[in-house]
C-alpha cells in the first residue's frame, strides 16, 4: 500500500507493468520479513534453552540487530539493480521506468516496516508464546539431508566445481545461439490489414479488390468479421489516397498459439498463388499497439525502416527499388513496401503563350475557366430564412470524368469568339506522385519491411551489409536505418551501460558490507548460477530473447546476490560474534541455519511470479511473461546452486577473520 501511494505521489498510474513491478517485488517485500522472523524466532527459541534465559526484548532486538546490516546492504543493492530501468528512454523507459517506480517503492517500504514494525510484533507474538526447543519435523529432516550433501560434495569439491564451471560455460555459450525481438507479438484480437494498389488506383477498383481480399480472409477459421475503408477523409490528416486501403480484422479473445495460427493464415492467404493471388497489390498486416509502438520509433508501422535521403525524386526511386528487391531477397522478410511510389496519374496542361497572344487571352482567364469547369464557382445565392445557401455551377460529373473531353472546353475571348482549349495549351496524362515525403530539409524515399520467424538484429545486419555492397546509390543520395532493431540496440546499450555503473555501486557497498576484497568477489559466482536458469528457460519457451528478457535477467542477478549477501553475512557473524574458527563445521552451520530463510524467500519469489511465467505469450502477458519466465527459472539455479556450491566455494576460497571492535 505504501508503495501505491508513493506512486501517486509521483502521478504513475497503476497500468500493467506497474502491476508487474508490484507482483515482482511481492517476494522481496515478504523476503524482509521472514528473514527477520526466522532469526528472531530461531534465538528465541535457543534462548529458552539456556540455564539463565536473558531477557525476551534483549534477544529479539540483538537477532534483528543481526541480520539488519545484511538486509539494508540487500535491499539497498537490489534497488540500484533496478535503477537502469529508470533512464531508459523511448518505447522501451515508457514500458519498464514504471516497473522500476513500482519496485523500488515497494522494497523500500516493506524495508522500513522491517525495521521498525517486525521486530515489535515478534516481540508481541513470540515473546510469550510456546516455542519448540526443535525446528519443525519437516525442516529437520531436509536440514539433515542438507548436511549429508554438503559434506559428499566437499569430499569432491574439485570435481562440482568443475561440473558447476562446465555448465555454466554451457549456458554462456548458448546465449548466441538465441533469437532476438524488441517487443514480442501482442496478441489483442483484432489485426490491422493494410492493402496498397498501384498510384491512381480508383476507389470502385480497391473495393472491388478488397471485397476478394475480404472473402479470402473471413473463410480462415477464427476469423469473426473483416471491414474495409478506402482512402481518407476529406479533412483527414492522412495522405492516403484512394490506392490505399485498411481492413478490420477482428478474431475476438483467443490464446496466444491461436492468434499465431490466424494471422501465419492470413499472410499465406494474401501470398497464394493462382487465382487466389492479388497481383500488383502489396499487403502489411500486424496488430494496432504493435503499429503505434513502430510508428513511435521510426514514424512508419513497420518493424524495419530505409529511407533514402537525396534531392531528384527520379533517383530516389531507382535507389528504393533496388533496395526493395534485396530487402525481399533475405530471409525472414515479409510485407515490403515503397511508401511513396511514383505512378499517380495527373493531367497536366501547360499553356501556350505564344496562342494566348494570338487570342488576345490572358492566363488567368483561361485557369479561372477550367477552376470552374472543374470546381465549380459560385454563380448565386439562395436565402430561406436565415440561411444562405450557395449556388455552385461546374461541369457534370460525366463530363469531369472524361479527361478526353477536356480539351473542347469552350474559352471567349474578348473579340466574343470560341475557342477551345486544346488550341490555347498542350494536354497530356502524365505519371505524378501521390506524396512527397521530407526529412532534414531533403526528399526521402522510403523502404519499409516486416520481420517474421527471425532474429530481428541479425537481419538488420545483413540488410545493411548487402545493401551497403550491393545497392549503387545515385550520387548524392545515401540511406539510414531505423526501427526495432535499432531502438533495441539504443535500449540494450543504455541498459548495459547503465547496469555498469549501477554494478560499480553494488561493488562499493559490498565491500562496506563484508571488507574482504576475496569475499566479495566470492559473492558474485552466484550470479552466472542465475544466468543458467534464465539461460535454460528461455530455451525451453521457444529462445526468443525480447526486452522484457533482458530487463528479466537484470532483475535476478539483484534478486540472487541477495540470498549470497544473507549466506556470507552469517558466515561473518559466525566467526565475529560466536567465536568460531571457519572450518567446514563452520560452513555447514551457517548454510544449514541459512537454508529455511533462503528456501522460504526463493519459494515466495518464485510464487509470486509464477502465474506470470506460466502464461507467457498470452493476451496481456508478451511483455511481462519472458521476465518473469527468465526471474523464475533464474532462481531455481541460483538457489540450488548457492546452497550447494557457494558454501564450498567460500569454505575453499573465501576468509572469514574474527573483526576487532573498535
Not at 188 to 214: D, F, K, N, W
Not at 374 to 398: D, H, K, L, P
Not at 404 to 411: H, Q
Request: aromatic share 6%; charged share 20%; net charge neutral.
Amino acid at each position: 500500500m505504501t508503495a501505491i501511494i508513493v506512486l501517486g505521489y509521483f502521478g504513475i498510474g497503476l497500468n500493467i507493468m506497474v502491476l508487474g513491478g508490484l507482483a515482482i517485488a511481492l517476494g522481496e517485500v515478504v523476503d524482509d520479513a521472514i528473514i527477520d522472523t526466522e532469526n528472531i524466532f530461531r534465538r528465541l527459541r535457543e534462548n529458552r534453552l539456556l540455564e539463565n534465559p536473558r531477557p525476551a526484548h534483549l534477544v529479539v532486538f540483538d537477532a534483528s540487530m543481526e541480520v539488519r546490516s545484511s538486509v539494508v546492504y540487500a535491499t539497498i543493492i537490489v534497488a540500484m539493480v533496478f535503477m537502469p530501468l529508470l533512464t531508459l528512454s523511448g518505447v522501451a523507459g515508457k514500458l519498464f521506468a514504471p516497473l522500476g517506480y513500482a519496485y523500488i517503492s515497494a522494497i523500500l517500504a516493506s524495508l522500513a516496516v522491517a525495521l521498525t514494525l517486525t521486530p515489535a510484533l515478534c516481540y508481541l507474538l513470540f515473546a510469550r508464546a510456546k516455542l519448540e526447543s526443535e525446528d519443525p519435523p519437516l525442516i529437520r529432516l531436509i536440514k539433515r539431508g542438507y548436511e549429508r550433501l554438503l559434506r559428499k560434495i566437499e569430499g569432491h569439491y574439485r570435481t562440482t566445481v568443475t561440473l558447476a564451471l562446465v555448465i555454466i560455460s554451457l549456458g554462456i555459450g548458448i546465449l548466441p545461439l538465441f533469437k532476438s525481438q524488441f517487443i514480442p507479438n501482442l496478441h489483442e484480437g483484432h489485426y490491422i490489414l493494410h492493402m496498397t494498389a498501384v498510384p491512381g488506383t480508383s476507389e470502385q477498383e480497391s473495393l472491388r479488390i478488397g471485397e476478394r481480399v475480404a472473402q479470402a480472409v473471413s473463410a480462415i477459421k477464427g476469423v469473426k468479421s473483416v471491414s474495409q475503408w478506402v482512402g481518407r477523409a476529406q479533412n483527414g490528416a492522412d495522405t492516403f489516397g484512394t490506392h490505399y486501403s485498411e481492413f478490420e480484422v477482428e478474431i475476438g479473445s483467443l490464446s496466444g498459439e491461436e492468434q499465431n495460427r490466424i494471422l501465419h493464415q492470413i499472410r499465406e492467404t494474401l501470398a497464394g498463388d493462382g487465382d487466389r493471388s492479388f497481383p500488383g497489390v502489396n499487403f502489411a498486416i500486424n496488430t494496432f499497439l504493435t503499429e503505434r509502438i513502430e510508428e513511435t520509433i521510426s514514424g512508419f508501422t513497420a518493424a524495419m525502416v530505409v529511407n533514402i535521403h537525396g534531392q531528384d525524386l527520379d533517383a530516389l526511386d531507382r535507389d528504393a527499388h533496388a533496395v526493395a528487391e534485396i530487402l525481399g531477397s533475405i530471409s525472414g522478410v515479409s510485407d515490403v513496401q515503397v511508401q511513396s511510389p511514383p505512378g499517380t496519374p495527373k493531367l497536366s496542361i501547360r499553356l501556350r503563350p505564344e496562342r494566348l497572344a494570338l487570342w488576345g487571352m490572358q492566363p488567368l482567364d483561361v485557369l479561372e475557366n477550367i477552376q470552374a469547369a472543374f470546381e465549380g464557382v459560385q454563380a448565386a445565392q439562395v436565402y430561406q430564412g436565415n440561411r444562405v445557401i450557395s449556388v455552385n455551377v461546374m461541369f457534370t460529373r460525366a463530363a469531369r470524368d472524361d479527361l478526353r473531353e477536356i480539351g473542347d472546353l469552350p474559352l471567349k475571348n474578348p473579340d466574343g469568339k470560341i475557342v477551345r482549349l486544346r488550341e490555347l495549351a498542350d494536354i497530356d496524362q502524365e505519371n505524378g506522385r501521390s506524396k512527397i515525403l521530407h526529412a532534414g530539409a531533403k526528399r526521402i524515399q522510403t523502404v519499409t519491411c516486416n520481420v517474421v520467424n527471425r532474429d530481428i538484429e541479425s537481419f538488420a545486419r545483413e540488410m545493411k551489409k548487402r545493401v551497403a555492397t550491393e545497392v549503387r546509390f545515385s550520387p548524392g543520395n545515401y540511406p539510414t536505418f531505423t526501427g526495432e532493431a535499432e531502438a533495441q540496440a539504443k535500449s540494450r546499450e543504455d541498459l548495459v551501460v547503465h547496469s555498469l555503473l549501477a554494478g560499480v555501486g553494488i561493488f562499493l557497498m559490498l565491500y562496506i558490507a563484508f571488507g574482504r576484497l576475496r569475499n566479495l568477489l566470492l559473492t558474485f559466482a552466484n550470479l552466472p548460477f542465475a544466468l543458467i536458469g534464465g539461460v535454460l528457460a528461455a530455451m525451453f519457451t521457444g529462445g526468443w530473447i525480447s526486452l522484457g528478457s533482458l530487463v528479466g535477467f537484470v532483475t535476478l542477478f539483484g534478486i540472487t546476490l541477495r540470498n549470497s549477501i544473507m549466506l556470507v553475512s552469517h558466515y561473518q557473524h559466525l566467526v565475529d560474534e560466536e567465536h568460531m574458527v571457519w572450518s567446514l563445521e563452520t560452513a555447514i552451520r551457517g548454510a544449514s541455519e541459512r537454508l529455511p530463510s533462503i528456501l522460504m524467500t526463493a519459494l515466495v519469489t518464485a510464487l509470486g511470479l509464477l502465474p506470470l511465467a506460466a502464461g507467457s505469450g498470452q493476451p496481456g502477458r508478451e511483455i511481462e511473461g519472458p521476465m518473469a519466465t527468465i526471474i523464475v527459472g533464474g532462481l531455481v539455479t541460483s538457489t540450488i546452486l548457492n546452497l550447494l556450491i557457494l558454501p564450498t566455494i567460500m569454505l575453499h576460497f573465501g576468509r572469514f577473520e574474527k573483526r576487532t571492535q573498535e
